[in-house]
Structure formats: structure tokens, C-alpha cells
């Protein structure tokens, strides 16, 4: 009985834990937003007042404007990976689009565009310096000018954008971005020339800035993470939600950390120097645009020196090989939660089958099957227990009858039969309660992998990222279940025996709305869960005629 009562408590909480997901998403409180100070408020700044540079008069703040301002004009960048549409007004990267990946498989025409310059779904990367004089220096309000309009990467394998803008005060400065072929990393540059009589103190920051994520082909039942993220060697990977930029702005200085912006398969993150201690903050402007920033120490510039500053800037899908070789911990961001210990070897090997077989589809069901040999024992033990307790389901069902209402003289003939026949009510509980990490593991490997997405399995399945649009792999995972339930032994209880046989019927809803990748590792898991408990089952038949 105890058997029963864990995979209800499982089912159950499976399903409340989806139900739950969807819930906090569209009905849950929305926190008090923060009253900005008065600084911040008055000018609409993007970065959090108490920045100034010292002994620079400056308020320390920088003028953001109400939307971003395109008005000056757009340079266009092309690589083989990227095209990017640079603001001459603060050299800001306003537009970016994926070539390699593509709105979804029935828009092959349309790029998948990571970063946009309008609501809904702005998404920006913008960067400047903060010190001197007003004026003296450009932030991302300031015009830079481009000597071409277009730029394109060809045959070279490396590609220089310089934006300059001139001071009146003799400060040249000019941001250079450095693209190369095959990747979304982008070195980001900044070049301090002082042709003044004055040394100039300053500041470097560089932020992101966005609004909610708001995707059209999003499931209800499944949720991602979208917001602010950070990393630092003390904390390690840590998420900054929108709600928590709301309530209490961050404010940290790390060394050798970077800030990002996630959503479902893709990121944006800033990447400072290594070795050198910046200052990571968050911030809110107009009350939906979320950022999150930072920037470095005060440094001069003296009179007729120049100072050159550089960082780089990942924009792009995450790709989780890509993402470890760029800096530390920018792998995290492959957001597998508190498994990722067990998750990040899942996708591994899950990642070496495809590079062998050549289809995720195939590759997850190799895994399954892999995974599946892994625990044989654990689930021929399992299964060897609920064979007996089936074996033994009428004597139970006649003590129950015979006690009644006299539950303690129930449970002592029931330990007493147990003892007898030598079998552990317990012992299909305890491989399942083992596997448990392991299937939730798999299960944010195939939800969260950007590698899985729009992928093509066959015939109809041309996308394991999205549900089955004929229902056929929810239904087959419908039956596969039903026919595991009816191999298992029932409970004794009426209407205990009446939710484990629902279950199938209520989970084929469910998954009716999960990625297909998804369903089709647990079809897969479940008919193979099905050939051995029926091997099991008829092996220890055999054992019993001999005897």
C-alpha cells in the first residue's frame, strides 16, 4: 500500500509543481515597484545614482532617454553569424539577429532576432563613460560617427566597426567592435585619446537593458527563466529576477564575474577584463525596463595620454561548449537549477550520441535506453517487489476483510505476511525515490538545451522543441502508461485503485502541451519500463512452476 500512496504523492506533486509553474506566472502577486530617488527620477537615469567620478563635477548619473533613439542613424554589421544594427547615438547595439537559427521551422526566411530596439520585447546593449565635466565625455545618449554605413565580414576572419566621437575640449574617444567568424562573441573597445590641458577622471560602464520577454510561441505548462543574471567566484551564478530589481537594487563589486540578461535559450552578458574589480548594479526606467549593469574603477587619463579599455560581449544562443571557453561560469547559464551537478553529464553524453547518430530524436532515445540499463538493477528490484505485492494482493485484500476497522491487528498480519513470503513493501519505493534526480535532470537537459531546439526527428516531428501538433506521441505515452498501471498491482482502496487508473488519462493532457522531446523520452522510458517488468514478471513465474 505504501507503494501506491509514493506514486500518487509523485504523480500528484508532478502535477501540482506544472499547475503551480503556470499559475505564478499569470495570476501571481506583482511586487511593490521601488520609489527610484530623486536623482535617478529627475534625469531618468540607466545607471544607479552614486557613480560620480572622483574629483569630476558630475552628478554622476546619465541621461537616459525615454525610448531608444535610432534618430541619428544605424550602422549595419553582417558576419556569418550576426547581423547587428549599431546606434550612432551611443554606439549601442540595438538589433541583432541569428542567422543560424530561425523564427520557427515553417519560417526558414525569418532570423531569430535576439535583440531589438523597440517594445515589446527591447532588448539593448549599451555602454559609456561616466566623469568630467558635462559633456566632457560620451555615454550612450552621445552621437559617435562611423566612416561607412554598412560593414560586412567576407572572406576575413575578423572584423573592426570604430564609432568616434570628438569633444570640444580636445577628448577623442573612439568604441571598437571586433567581430570574428563563427562566433557571438564581440570584443568591445574603448580608446581615450586626451589632446586637452586638463587630466580627466572617468568611469567605464557597460549594461543591458530590456523589457519583459514575452514570446508567442510559449507553452503555458512549460516555464523558463527570464531576467537578470550574475556571476561572481564568492556567489557563484545568481539570478537577479525582475521582481528582486524591483525591490532591492543590486550593488557588488566583484572580480573576474559577469552580468547577463536569459531568456529560453538565448543570453546577452557583458564580460569585464579579468583581474580587475568592477561594480555590478541593476536599475529601472519607466517602470518596465529592467537593467542590469556595470562598471569599472576611476581612473585618469592625463594630458596628451591616451588609455585604452576592453571587455567583450557575448550575444547569442547558449551553446554550453561555446559558453565555457569564454569565461567562467558563463555556463550556468544553461539554467538546469539545482540538478545542474547531474544535468550538465546528461547533456554531455546526450551531446557525443548526436554527434555519432546525427538526430537529437535518436540520440534522446539511445540516452533512454542508456540511462534505463544504468538502473536495470535498481528497477528489477523495484519491479521483482511489486510483482510479489501483486502475488499477494487477494491475501491482503481477505485481511482486510477479515480485521475490518482494527487497523492494528491489520498492520501486524500484514508485517506478519510480509515476513513470511520475505518480500520489503518498501522495496519498489527506494530505486524509484534513486531515480528520481536522474529524470528530472533529463527533463531540464531536453527542456533547456538551445541545441534541441527546432530540432527534426521524423516523419511529422520536425520540431522536439514544440508539442506534437497530431497529439499521436501524447497519446502513445497515454497507453505505454495505462498499460504499465494494469501491470502494476492495484490498491486495495477503491479510491486509491480509481486515481492510479486516471493517471494516464490525466497526464496525456499535460503532456499534450510539452515539447515533443520531452514525450518522447518518456514513451520511450515507459515502453522499455513495460518489456522489463513483463521479462521480470515472466521469469519469476518460471521460477515458481519449477518449483
Not at 90 to 95: I, R, T
Not at 107 to 117: G, S, T, Y
Not at 262 to 282: G, K, N
Request: aromatic share 12%; hydrophobic share 45%.
Amino acid at each position: 500500500m505504501d507503494n501506491y500512496r509514493l506514486i500518487l504523492v509523485l504523480s500528484l506533486g508532478f502535477v501540482s509543481f506544472l499547475l503551480y509553474q503556470a499559475w505564478v506566472r499569470d495570476y501571481g502577486p506583482i511586487p511593490e515597484e521601488r520609489a527610484v530617488s530623486s536623482t535617478v527620477e529627475a534625469t531618468g537615469s540607466a545607471v544607479p545614482e552614486g557613480v560620480p567620478v572622483e574629483a569630476a563635477a558630475t552628478d554622476g548619473v546619465v541621461d537616459s532617454s525615454p525610448s531608444v533613439q535610432l534618430d541619428s542613424g544605424v550602422v549595419r554589421v553582417e558576419t556569418d553569424v550576426l547581423r547587428v544594427d549599431l546606434a550612432t547615438r551611443g554606439g549601442s547595439l540595438v538589433n541583432v539577429w541569428l542567422k543560424d537559427y530561425k523564427v520557427s521551422p515553417d519560417r526558414q526566411d525569418e532570423q531569430f532576432q535576439l535583440f531589438k530596439a523597440e517594445k515589446p520585447n527591447l532588448f539593448i546593449a549599451q555602454s559609456g563613460l561616466l566623469g568630467g565635466a558635462a559633456d566632457q565625455l560620451p555615454n550612450h545618449n552621445a552621437v559617435f560617427q562611423a566612416s561607412q554605413d554598412t560593414y560586412e565580414l567576407g572572406d576575413r576572419d575578423e572584423l573592426s566597426v570604430d564609432l568616434r566621437w570628438q569633444g570640444e575640449d580636445g577628448i577623442e574617444v573612439i568604441k571598437t567592435y571586433r567581430f570574428r567568424r563563427g562566433s557571438y562573441e564581440v570584443d568591445v573597445s574603448h580608446r581615450i585619446v586626451n589632446g586637452g590641458a586638463e587630466p580627466v577622471a572617468m568611469r567605464l560602464y557597460s549594461q543591458l537593458q530590456r523589457t519583459d520577454y514575452k514570446p508567442v510561441e510559449a507553452s503555458r505548462f512549460v516555464r523558463t527563466y527570464t531576467g537578470g543574471v550574475y556571476y561572481s567566484p564568492e556567489d557563484k551564478y545568481k539570478k537577479v529576477s525582475f521582481s528582486n530589481m524591483k525591490d532591492d537594487a543590486l550593488n557588488r563589486d566583484v572580480n573576474d564575474g559577469w552580468i547577463a540578461m536569459i531568456q529560453h535559450y538565448f543570453m546577452a552578458a557583458w564580460i569585464p577584463p579579468r583581474d580587475r574589480l568592477y561594480t555590478f548594479y541593476t536599475n529601472i526606467v519607466d517602470g518596465d525596463r529592467y537593467i542590469i549593469g556595470m562598471y569599472s574603477p576611476a581612473f585618469a587619463v592625463a594630458p596628451g595620454a591616451e588609455e585604452v579599455l576592453e571587455e567583450s560581449l557575448f550575444v547569442g544562443p547558449k551553446l554550453q561548449n561555446v559558453l565555457a571557453s569564454i569565461a567562467p561560469g558563463l555556463e550556468l547559464a544553461v539554467d538546469y537549477g539545482w540538478l545542474t551537478v547531474l544535468a550538465q553529464p546528461i547533456f554531455w553524453v546526450l551531446d557525443k550520441i548526436h554527434s555519432v547518430i546525427g538526430n537529437w530524436g535518436w540520440s534522446i532515445i539511445v540516452l533512454t535506453i542508456l540511462i534505463k540499463g544504468l538502473f536495470y538493477k535498481l528497477s528489477e528490484t523495484s519491479y521483482r517487489s511489486m510483482a510479489g505485492m501483486r502475488e499477494l494482493a487477494p491475501r491482503l485484500q481477505a485481511l482486510k476483510d477479515r480485521y475490518g476497522d482494527d487497523k492494528e491487528r491489520l498492520n501486524q498480519a500484514m508485517m506478519d505476511l510480509y515476513r513470511k513470503e520475505k518480500i520489503n513493501p518498501l522495496g519498489g519505493c527506494l530505486p524509484i525515490l534513486i531515480q528520481i534526480p536522474v529524470f528530472i535532470s533529463l527533463y531540464w537537459v531536453l527542456l533547456e538545451s538551445v541545441e534541441l531546439r527546432h530540432a527534426p526527428f521524423m516523419f511529422w516531428l520536425n520540431n522536439l522543441s514544440a508539442p506534437d501538433p497530431y497529439y499521436v506521441l501524447p497519446l502513445l505515452m497515454g497507453v505505454s502508461m495505462f498499460v504499465q498501471t494494469k501491470l502494476n498491482p492495484l490498491p486495495p482502496d477503491p479510491i486509491q485503485a480509481k486515481v492510479m487508473m486516471s493517471l494516464p488519462f490525466v497526464f496525456t493532457v499535460f503532456f499534450a502541451f510539452f515539447p515533443a522531446g520531452l514525450v518522447l523520452y518518456w514513451t520511450v522510458n515507459n515502453i522499455l519500463s513495460i518489456a522489463q517488468q513483463w521479462f521480470i514478471m515472466k521469469g519469476m513465474k518460471g521460477q515458481k512452476a519449477k518449483k
